[in-house]
């Protein structure tokens, strides 16, 4: 499954039993995987057709009603098509509504730039109060929402990936918004990933190790705010810190992660971001994208051995 419809099963899940469940849709019902959702739960869907700023304002008004707002559309239009919404009804106003993204990143393959999510977490992280969150699988797809339930702050969740995304979770695991995971033990190599890009930077890190080198991958599935420990453990321990996100290399994780560092005045090593260009991309299907910038596991351990001098 994708996660955009494991997305939509999650909720169906989380709304049986609980009419404060609501779903808000920007004319994607099919697209964002809710069309199970719309037929089971009628009452508790909204399709507010294709004006996502006004999505925005209808979730942040039952919002303050007292419900669970999840509203979804496809990254860009929910990140700067509804940017003056979610700025003053979810950051200045702080309704806590849950805003999802779908298909951010460069999931949306053939529908090209208009639909790539490339800037979505550098637009978000200048919203006060806001907080982004990137699940780095399906099975923190569901651990996401259903932290959401009940959670008194307005959330920005970013859905990366396509269909049968890497798996980062075979087992059951605590989750909790602003804490970090480390999926393999740190070393003085830290890797640092958000999003379906942690799977390709597991592989990666495999890899290295069958030639001597040993990583440490950390999952900062919330990108805002930064889990203060788990950074000053990175800064404290790690002689080298590399960034990989599927984002523009400017605002998003690696800027984040940069701005921590540098405010810290503590970090006496080396940091490296590996992103999306400054640049507009071609078209194509998703596994080409990722190829093409260098954001499958082969180009992430190309990038990294370049820098680490290794062959």
Known sequence: ?????????????????????????ADLG?????????????DQFINTGIAEQNMV???AGLARSGFDVFASTFAPFA?????EQVRMNMGYMQEPVKLVALGSGLAMGFLG????????????????GLTIISPADCA????????????????????????????????????????????????????????TTVGHCLKVADALV??????????????????????TEVISQSKIVFVVEEHTKIGGLGSAVSDYIMASGAYAGKLYTHGIEDRYLVAGNYPFL??????????????????????
């Open 140 to 195: 923190e797809i569901h651990k996401t929402l259903e932290a959401c339930i009940g959670f008194n702050q307005p959330v920005f969740i970013r859905l990366t990936g396509g269909i049968n995304c890497p798996v980062v979770y075979q087992d059951d695991y605590d989750f909790e918004i602003g804490k970090a995971i480390w999926l393999r033990p740190q070393t003085d190599i830290t890797i640092i990933s958000a999003g």
């Open 1 to 25: 499954m994708g996660t955009r419809a494991v997305y939509g099963q999650a909720l169906s899940g989380m709304a049986m039993g609980n009419k404060n469940v609501l779903a808000l849709s």
């Open 79 to 83: 990140s700067m098509r509804a940017s």
């Open 57 to 59: 304002g209808v979730a």
């Open 113 to 128: 730039n208009s639909h790539y999510g490339l800037e979505d977490v550098a637009v978000m992280r200048t919203i006060p």
């Open 210 to 231: 069958e030639i001597g080198i040993s990583v440490g991958v950390l999952n900062m599935h919330t990108i805002k705010p930064l889990d203060e420990m788990a950074m």
């Open 290 to 311: 990722l190829k093409e910038n260098g954001l499958d596991a082969h180009g992430i351990e190309q990038f990294i051995k370049t820098h680490l001098g290794a062959k």
């Open 30 to 42: 099919r697209s964002s995987g809710l069309d199970r959702f719309s037929k089971e739960y009628p």
